[in-house]
């Protein structure tokens, strides 16, 4: 089924169960699916079936195909969120389409985490844990001094087909062989930290080549998944620091197609960039670009504007443009559920330094527009003089259908997380909200959803927040992290960083469960320390989801390598 030629895996799509649905050909050929690698979750498997990319000999960019998901008692939905088997039941571990009832599956026996050290011995590193244990598996050293290797790093699927999914590393500093900078990035081996192919980037100038990366479909037809990369800085052809987003070709790096900021000098377009969900109907990802300095040529300076791209060929398929200079219109993206019933997501995005008539200043604001054609959904503005609503935007939970945005003060220290709900009928309302326990903390900063024990279809994840500038007990800005209940807002448990100037917590995500608890674990870092008054090497952690005990501690190897600024899990 589906047009365009088969891609070589659809042979082995005969195990395949469930409709030929055209959102099920991504690679045209009968129920083919996709597992995201950035949260794990199936896309384009319908109800009572799962999507399983072992049953793909050479699965690319982790795409396999539905089959029907069963747990100890009955039929569960793994369709998009893993959450709808019965208490008892964990996401089942099928090998054959028809084998009736299927064992619980097993806790993840190991995964594997990238943690990147930007200023390891002025060159930067980036290392590969075992997420079981945080033994080294391998490590990776930069070229140059002063490159900053490991300033990010983005996962963007099995590349190489050696059932392990790959990874985007940048050198935003990195110049080239006449002193001039560029940045540059590196495509490594999940598997071993073998160099793929590498890149320098096109802006001189840059520092932010490859600071955001997205994995997409094929696009080019060469059946290897290809990739997003923006450099939002740096002389491109319109001036200084306009900006580009390209689209590279996953085989060799080379460019398929770009596109370049239309407005005028320091707009940085690609700050912000999100791969998104088909919206065109042709089978490939699109892309959803924020630029919050966007500046009109006409007038206006600094109104923000955020763009959708075709993933095919990068032709802007709408865009909207703020009205109010320096308020960081287009920022922090997000892709909900559809919220119009055109069956196509929505999108989100902030405003976190919208100002309205005096005393309304910098309250912030948040944007829902539809994702097919921009028009407008929904509008909620702060409720007090620089509350900065919308400093923060989560994830979109998947049970009660809604997001969750927070709001951080630099002028009263105020700051609380809000959960609000995209439902129809119930756009915008509050569904709760919960205020920082001491001013200026950062209460809020990160918001990250983590699964919960016995979790049914229609729950909602527990909520992983941040407070990286808590004062506790160890001293100022030790930091603080809660994990609250989803449905809520009440704490579960609480974990205070162990010294003064840890920032606990100012980088955290959510992993697969490793202690058989059906829980997430949580990985957190002490990185983005203040160097000029802490003397403690950083370090990263691997909580219990269940109740933040450390299983294990990885301290950096030098001082101020900035060991955890960036972390990431692979499959």
Same mark, same amino acid.
């Given at each position: 089924?589906?047009?365009?030629?088969?891609?070589?895996?659809?042979?082995?799509?005969?195990?395949?169960?469930?409709?030929?649905?055209?959102?099920?050909?991504?690679?045209?050929?009968?129920?083919?699916?996709?597992?995201?690698?950035?949260?794990?979750?199936?896309?384009?498997?319908?109800?009572?079936?799962?999507?399983?990319?072992?049953?793909?000999?050479?699965?690319?960019?982790?795409?396999?195909?539905?089959?029907?998901?069963?747990?100890?008692?009955?039929?569960?939905?793994?369709?998009?969120?893993?959450?709808?088997?019965?208490?008892?039941?964990?996401?089942?571990?099928?090998?054959?389409?028809?084998?009736?009832?299927?064992?619980?599956?097993?806790?993840?026996?190991?995964?594997?985490?990238?943690?990147?050290?930007?200023?390891?011995?002025?060159?930067?590193?980036?290392?590969?844990?075992?997420?079981?244990?945080?033994?080294?598996?391998?490590?990776?050293?930069?070229?140059?001094?002063?490159?900053?290797?490991?300033?990010?790093?983005?996962?963007?699927?099995?590349?190489?087909?050696?059932?392990?999914?790959?990874?985007?590393?940048?050198?935003?500093?990195?110049?080239?062989?006449?002193?001039?900078?560029? &940045?540059?990035?590196?495509? *490594? %081996? #999940?598997? @071993? $930290?073998?160099?793929? /192919? +590498? =890149?320098? !980037?096109?802006?001189?100038?840059?520092?932010?080549?490859?600071?955001?990366?997205?994995?997409?479909?094929?696009?080019?037809?060469?059946?290897?998944?290809?990739?997003?990369?923006?450099?939002?800085?740096?002389?491109?052809?319109?001036?200084?620091?306009? &900006?580009?987003?390209?689209? *590279? %070709? #996953?085989? @060799? $790096?080379?460019?398929? /197609? +770009? =596109?370049? !900021?239309?407005?005028?000098?320091?707009?940085?377009?690609?700050?912000?960039?999100?791969?998104?969900?088909?919206?065109?109907?042709?089978?490939?990802?699109?892309?959803?670009?924020?630029?919050?300095?966007?500046?009109?040529?006409?007038?206006?300076?600094?109104?923000?504007?955020?763009? *959708?791209?075709?993933?095919?060929?990068?032709?802007?398929?709408?865009?909207?443009?703020?009205?109010?200079?320096?308020?960081?219109?287009?920022?922090?993206?997000?892709?909900?559920?559809?919220?119009?019933?055109?069956?196509?997501?929505?999108?989100?995005?902030?405003?976190?330094?919208?100002?309205?008539?005096?005393?309304?200043?910098?309250?912030?604001?948040?944007?829902?527009?539809?994702?097919?054609?921009?028009?407008?959904?929904?509008?909620?503005?702060?409720?007090?003089?620089?509350?900065?609503?919308?400093?923060?935007?989560?994830?979109?939970?998947?049970?009660?259908?809604?997001?969750?945005?927070?709001?951080?003060?630099?002028?009263?220290?105020?700051?609380?997380?809000?959960?609000?709900?995209?439902?129809?009928?119930?756009?915008?309302?509050?569904?709760?909200?919960?205020?920082?326990?001491?001013?200026?903390?950062?209460?809020?900063?990160?918001?990250?959803?983590?699964?919960?024990?016995?979790?049914?279809?229609?729950?909602?994840?527990?909520?992983?927040?941040?407070?990286?500038?808590?004062?506790?007990?160890?001293?100022?800005?030790?930091?603080?992290?809660?994990?609250?209940?989803?449905?809520?807002?009440?704490?579960?448990?609480?974990?205070?960083?162990?010294?003064?100037?840890?920032?606990?917590?100012?980088?955290?995500?959510?992993?697969?469960?490793?202690?058989?608890?059906?829980?997430?674990?949580?990985?957190?870092?002490?990185?983005?320390?203040?160097?000029?008054?802490?003397?403690?090497?950083?370090?990263?952690?691997?909580?219990?989801?269940?109740?933040?005990?450390?299983?294990?501690?990885?301290?950096?190897?030098?001082?101020?390598?900035?060991?955890?600024?960036?972390?990431?899990?692979?499959?």
């Amino acid at each position: 089924a589906g047009g365009g030629g088969l891609h070589p895996n659809c042979a082995q799509t005969n195990a395949c169960i469930g409709p030929d649905s055209p959102n099920g050909n991504e690679y045209g050929c009968q129920c083919t699916c996709y597992v995201d690698p950035s949260d794990w979750s199936d896309h384009n498997c319908p109800y009572g079936f799962y999507c399983n990319p072992d049953i793909l000999p050479n699965p690319l960019l982790n795409f396999g195909v539905c089959q029907p998901a069963f747990c100890g008692n009955g039929i569960c939905d793994n369709s998009e969120n893993f959450s709808t088997c019965p208490s008892e039941c964990e996401r089942p571990v099928l090998t054959q389409a028809d084998s009736g009832t299927q064992p619980i599956a097993p806790p993840q026996s190991d995964f594997v985490t990238v943690i990147s050290a930007p200023e390891f011995q002025g060159v930067g590193k980036v290392y590969a844990l075992s997420g079981k244990t945080g033994a080294e598996k391998w490590s990776k050293l930069g070229e140059n001094s002063g490159d900053r290797f490991g300033l990010h790093i983005g996962v963007v699927g099995d590349i190489d087909g050696d059932g392990t999914n790959d990874i985007v590393v940048n050198a935003p500093y990195k110049k080239n062989g006449y002193g001039s900078q560029y &940045g540059k990035i590196y495509l *490594l %081996s #999940g598997h @071993d $930290g073998t160099e793929l /192919w +590498s =890149r320098m !980037g096109e802006h001189l100038y840059s520092d932010t080549f490859g600071n955001e990366v997205g994995p997409i479909n094929d696009v080019d037809g060469d059946t290897i998944p290809d990739i997003v990369v923006s450099d939002s800085s740096g002389y491109g052809s319109i001036g200084a620091d306009t &900006g580009e987003v390209y689209l *590279l %070709s #996953g085989k @060799d $790096g080379s460019i398929i /197609w +770009s =596109r370049e !900021g239309e407005g005028t000098n320091y707009d940085y377009f690609g700050e912000e960039v999100l791969v998104v969900n088909d919206v065109t109907g042709d089978q490939i990802r699109d892309v959803l670009v924020g630029v919050p300095s966007y500046t009109n040529p006409f007038g206006g300076s600094n109104l923000g504007k955020v763009y *959708l791209l075709s993933g095919e060929d990068g032709v802007i398929l709408w865009s909207r443009e703020g009205f109010v200079q320096g308020s960081d219109f287009g920022g922090n993206l997000l892709q909900l559920e559809d919220v119009d019933g055109d069956d196509i997501k929505d999108v989100l995005f902030s405003e976190k330094s919208f100002s309205d008539l005096y005393p309304e200043i910098e309250v912030g604001a948040i944007h829902a527009f539809s994702g097919a054609t921009g028009g407008f959904l929904y509008y909620k503005k702060g409720e007090y003089y620089s509350e900065s609503l919308g400093f923060s935007i989560g994830e979109a939970a998947a049970g009660i259908e809604g997001f969750f945005v927070s709001s951080i003060s630099d002028y009263h220290g105020k700051e609380k997380i809000q959960f609000i709900s995209t439902e129809t009928g119930y756009l915008g309302n509050v569904i709760w909200s919960k205020q920082n326990e001491s001013l200026f903390d950062f209460f809020g900063e990160r918001v990250l959803l983590v699964k919960n024990i016995g979790m049914k279809q229609g729950d909602v994840e527990d909520v992983l927040v941040n407070a990286s500038q808590f004062d506790g007990a160890a001293g100022v800005d030790a930091g603080k992290i809660y994990l609250l209940n989803g449905e809520n807002g009440n704490e579960i448990w609480t974990k205070e960083g162990v010294a003064a100037d840890d920032f606990f917590g100012k980088i955290l995500i959510s992993t697969p469960d490793i202690t058989g608890d059906d829980l997430d674990e949580i990985l957190v870092s002490t990185a983005s320390y203040d160097s000029t008054t802490s003397t403690r090497t950083s370090r990263v952690y691997l909580l219990s989801g269940k109740d933040g005990s450390i299983l294990w501690e990885k301290v950096g190897e030098n001082f101020n390598d900035r060991f955890g600024e960036q972390i990431t899990v692979l499959k």
